[in-house]
């Protein structure tokens, strides 16, 4: 008996303790089985996430599509567990759209569940309990808010719909933490469906439905046909919450993408592609050159006739050019759909798609004598153009002109670069001319580059009260000035005290006086965004020895950018090459001497380097002056997210070297 | 010259000098210098007709404004509210530039029309806003906006200011009254001494119409921490004696009228079910205290109900149906006030709602001889043999009878069924609220990375924002709160542990202890080591301005917080250079930075201290030097230390 209770009782702790992760693993969490509810209902934490306010135990949509698109019944059962109700209010609300006459909302019921003294309190909503509201401009919705939510709570929602629209895109990722995601679709087998998913671990197929079913690995797909029918699901468990990462540039939710092809542009669309499989770049090039792009390449008199009041007296081929690129970047807005059957159309409306607008700056520098081509290229630097394969996803089309033997690359669509400059995403290697012969460029990560120069310069102003001048001036590089001049526009005053708070970073008892705050180049785009911060200070305090900051411009603001090294998912990217040159020149007065100088640094990440930092400071005794320089150049490559350890204890090194001090007496 | 001739010249030169681009009116050169001086902008025109008629009214606006500089811009987009009380009929607006030649017109279809919907506390609401900016930044530049607006009730009749903020010069403006004479208005104006103004007051058969008219108004510099520039500047507050609202009707004349409205409107709220009442009072069956009842209850109410804003309609200013709390979990002050009030009538005690001003002290003043509709949010009053609670009934962290900062210390008014009573919530001093933080670390020059103990009191307002933080708040999501507000850059907070209590006056305390592993706050030289600790900002108020101070300065509430520094070093170095103490006392305040050091151990004893109160302007100069002094002196320990 003694040792039936002793097994008995090692069963229930094993139980008692496998319980959690027992359901953690389980097939698909159900919150109808009384046990399961109760233990969620229990839980005080997420034992992966315990930062997060709640998270989905379940998010399941399922789809049956009939002959027409809008012959569909969804149904959707999502259940959320809350842990701080008022820190997940927005979980509470649903919100649906007020459907047409066709789209009927066939069931709806929301259900709060909560643990009292150990019973379950449940609170149900159906849909008598949905209140109309207007949110927009013509835009009127059904909203429900969840009833009874406290701290511990289940809220679920079920909800039917028949004759709506399919759903087209699922997240199996959100921003809280998910349990089990799954999206089921139900078609007729003779509609063609395109399908594209994009998940961390990738699927186990499934032909057999009840296998599928039983299995519990994390990332399963099931393909099922039936008689007229075919059923695909994809199921996804214990999901991450998206979080963004730093010098993450691509970071897409988990998700499917289904697609069905509709109609004969859709069709063309697909044999058109893949057609391109097969063909080679030079027969791309041929068909591009003789039929879509051609007009960029043909004579026209009326864009002879358009020329003159652009140009206007100018005879310099580089200025020529210029004009062209303002009047077509400054003339036309760039939207993503606008038929325009000739140029003519296109100037008189005024906008234009992206590919038309470089295609008639591209027949504007000919018409204009000047040498220019279409250049066609990538913009993810995860999928550059490869010599061997066409590709049509994820390119653009840019302009090249060549003056005097040199290349200049722009594209007017994109309106806060001057003429000469590509998005930084552009330059990703393998590029393609479009013109008569074809040929290839490259375009290559180290042409996008962002040169920032800062100089400040302390020299003394008043050697009586021992005060001095302070001159702060930085010059962004072009690819910062764009966010700078937004920034500036958007709040000069914010903008202007933000860099008085810099000075003030030289001394902890800085006073500062006769602020002012100059800018250049604010709307010239030809030129770098400069700023000129100036100021009287003075160091306002007895103390015999001066501890001051000479690192005014600090890298990433004095703060490692890699503090966080634990499960890092995404690669590190740096957006694009960076240059940035520090210059720190003190003349001292009769009043103070020398005592330290920050000592030299030179640090550099991999061989060959990607990263460098080097610093140096000396003391000019003839000029009495001091002088501290810093270089920090980056490379854009792509680091695998185990990196990040790595370049933690880089940043951890460039940010002591930068925390050092100049020490001052005074006589 | 023939006739002809003369008629068709006089004609072409009508026809010329008619059309707009000839306008000369709002030209600007022709704004008076006296009116440029300090002025970032100069309204040229401020037109507001107010027409009364049964119970509703239109306002008919007209408002000029010159820009001259970017600090001028936002005065002159346009955003106004409506709702299902109020409604556009006409508005549209006109870009002038400097010579007065219109460059832009627009009409209402070119506004935007934006609903708040999306807050996330926020569930039915009917606000909408009317919005336009000409993003014009060509300097100087002229907009006027046009519109008529109509609302269903004189419950709504505004407030009008001659001069809408400091920096902003007024060359005109207008307010003219239109009401019939069985429903006259009553108005009051507020710091009319100092300015030009004229009043007319017309008799018609039917109506009446007072008209107030302002020009040549300077610029002025709003002094930071003097009166809110709206209680310096001349102000018209209008009322009615008879309001409606609906279908309820009241006056207005008196308080305690103003108070049996809103008493009326939400009479009959407080009703609980048979067995919601069982419920509640089973929560209190064995409990006689009534104070006790009102701590369990309002306990109750904390954890089983949340905030969440329904304003739709009449909803705006009446209370949801206290049943209706009771199943859904959830409601607005007015409605978790009514909620709290049923309850607690439930177990025989009797309570009123109270209608407050919450927010700045300064800003919104409760006038006690003018009564006019100058709340924005609902308290409970609950009045005991000994005592009175109050209760904020939308947190859910306060202890019982423990106002939050935003309605402390100011006049209220109580809602009765005798009618409104004035009454003042209770103050807290700095023996109520304060911070005392002890900080001590042991440095380590070996290593890169320090260890920072943190034991810190926190007390009544002081408390809020980390009792909301912890209650509302997974830990790790705690924590990062925590963290992002440490004044420390490259850091990981290693722990942190709360503890609760009450004292007296029901205020809140917490006791805190935190851990901090923090890098980079050494560097090494050859002959030194240089410790550079940063310290916790304390907020202490900036009155600084950019002109002679005139007016005096408010603290409407003090500060006291103490930071106590204990830093311990080895043997192997010689500290050098230890800051000098610095000693302030002023009537508003006082400043005390004590560094010494004993052993091996330097402590650094730093006390702010506010002290409530009006100060004179001729004070000003102390307080810049005392403020000046603190906050360049409290930015970060600075110490060196030789090596042996």
Known sequence: ?667 | MPINTRYFITALLVVILSIPGYAQKYNCDNIPDSLTQNAHAIVRLDSTRIEIRNNEFTKYVTYVITVRSEKGDEFASFAEDYDSYSHFYRLNAVLYDKDGKEIQKKSRSDFNDISTFGISNTFLQDDRYKIFDFQYRTYPYTVKYEYEKKYKSVFFLPTWQAQGDAGIAVEKAVLEVNFPYDNRIRYKCVNFREHDNSYLSKSFTATQECKWVFTNMKAFEYQPYSRTFQLQKPFIQLSVKKISLENYEGTTSTWNGFGKFFYNLNKDKDILSAQSIKQVEALTKDVTDEKKKVEILYKYLQKNTRYVLNSRGILGWQSIAAEKVHESGYGDCKGLSNYMKAMLKATGIKSYQTLVYAGDKLTNVMDVDFPTNSFNHVILCVPLEKDTVWLECTSNVFPAGYLGAFTHDRNVLILTEDGGQIAKTPAYDKSDSYLDRNISLNVDFEKPVQNIIWKSDYAGDMAEDLLNTAANKAQKAFEESVSASAPYKNFKLKTIALEHAVQLKNTPVIKEVAEYEVEHLITETKSRYLLSLPIMSVGLPDIETESVRTAPFIFPSGMKINYNYTIAYPNTVVPENIPKAIVLNYPFGSYVYQPELSGNKITFHIAFLINDGTYDADQYANYLKFYKTAISNTKQITLSFLKK
């Open chain 1, 1 to 667: 008996m003694k040792k039936n209770n002793f097994n008995a009782a090692i069963l229930f702790a094993i139980l008692f303790f496998l319980c959690p992760f027992i359901s953690m693993g389980q097939i698909k969490p159900d919150l109808d089985n009384q046990t399961t509810l109760i233990h969620y209902l229990s839980m005080k934490e997420h034992p992966e996430h315990p930062e997060a306010s709640a998270f989905y135990i379940h998010d399941i949509v399922e789809q049956n599509i009939g002959i027409y698109f809008y012959d569909t019944e969804l149904n959707i059962d999502v259940a959320l567990k809350v842990f701080k109700a008022n820190d997940a209010q927005e979980y509470a609300k649903l919100i649906l759209p007020k459907f047409s006459n066709r789209t009927r909302l066939v069931n709806l019921k929301v259900t709060t569940y909560n643990l009292e003294n150990g019973v379950v309190q449940t609170k149900e909503l159906n849909k008598k309990a949905l209140q109309d509201a207007e949110i927009g401009k013509n835009q009127s919705v059904q909203l429900l808010n969840a009833a009874n939510l406290k701290d511990g709570s289940i809220i679920r929602f079920q909800i039917v719909i028949k004759d709506a629209q399919y759903i087209q895109d699922f997240n199996f990722q959100k921003e809280l933490p998910v349990e089990y995601a799954s999206f089921e679709l139900t078609a007729l087998k003779k509609k063609k469906i395109d399908i594209k998913t994009s998940v961390k671990m990738p699927f186990k197929e499934f032909r057999d439905i009840d296998a599928f079913n039983q299995s519990s690995l994390p990332s399963i797909a099931l393909i099922y046909p039936q008689n007229r029918h075919i059923t695909y699901k994809w199921v996804r468990r214990n999901i991450s919450p998206f979080i963004k990462e730093a010098f993450a540039s691509e970071q897409p939710l988990e998700h499917v993408k289904v697609n069905f092809t509709v109609n004969e542009v859709e069709e063309f669309k697909k044999v058109y592609e893949s057609s391109l499989k097969n063909a080679t770049w030079d027969e791309y090039n041929k068909r591009l050159y003789d039929t879509a792009f051609s007009y960029a390449f043909a004579k026209s008199d009326f864009l002879y006739q358009h020329l003159p009041p652009i140009i206007g007296q100018d005879t310099d081929s580089f200025q020529i050019a210029k004009h062209l690129f303002k009047y077509v970047q400054d003339s036309f807005a760039t939207v993503p759909q606008h038929w325009a059957n000739n140029f003519q159309d296109l100037i008189k409306n005024k906008k234009a798609t992206a590919p038309d607008l470089n295609l008639l700056l591209c027949a504007l520098f000919r018409h204009a004598g000047l040498s220019s081509d279409l250049v066609y290229v990538s913009t993810n630097r995860k999928s550059p153009l490869s010599p061997d394969t066409v590709q049509k996803k994820d390119t653009e089309i840019a302009v090249r002109v060549v003056i005097n033997n040199v290349s200049y690359l722009c594209n007017p669509a994109v309106k806060d670069l001057p003429f000469g400059y590509l998005p930084y995403r552009y330059y990703n290697g393998y590029a393609r001319l479009i013109n008569k012969t074809g040929g290839a460029i490259m375009l290559s990560p180290e042409l996008a580059k962002n040169r920032s120069e800062v100089e400040v310069n302390i020299s003394p102003a008043d050697t009586v009260n021992n005060k001095f001048k302070i001159s702060f001036r930085k010059s962004f590089g072009i690819y910062y000035s764009i966010g700078e001049r937004a920034e500036y526009k958007k709040d000069a005053l914010s903008y202007k005290d933000f860099y008085k708070k810099i000075l003030a970073r030289f001394y902890p008892n800085l006073e500062i006086s006769n602020y002012t705050l100059k800018v250049d180049h604010l709307d010239n785009m030809d030129q770098s965004f400069t700023i000129t911060a100036e100021a009287e200070i003075e160091m306002g305090d007895n103390a015999p020895m001066l501890f001051l900051d000479p690192f005014l411009q600090k890298i990433y603001n004095g703060e490692n950018p890699f503090q966080k090294i634990n499960n890092r998912s995404t690669e590190v990217e740096m957006d694009f090459c960076l240059n940035l040159n520090y210059i720190f020149r003190f003349k001292l007065n009769d009043a103070l001497t020398v005592e330290e100088l920050p000592s030299k640094s030179s640090l550099q990440y991999s061989n060959p380097a990607t990263i460098q930092y080097t610093q140096n400071a000396h003391y000019n005794a003839p000029t009495n002056t001091v002088e501290i320089r810093y270089n920090y150049d980056i490379v854009p490559v792509a680091y695998l997210p185990e990196e990040v350890k790595d370049l933690n204890a880089f940043y951890t090194a460039l940010m002591k070297a930068t925390n050092q001090k100049l020490l001052l007496n005074k006589k």
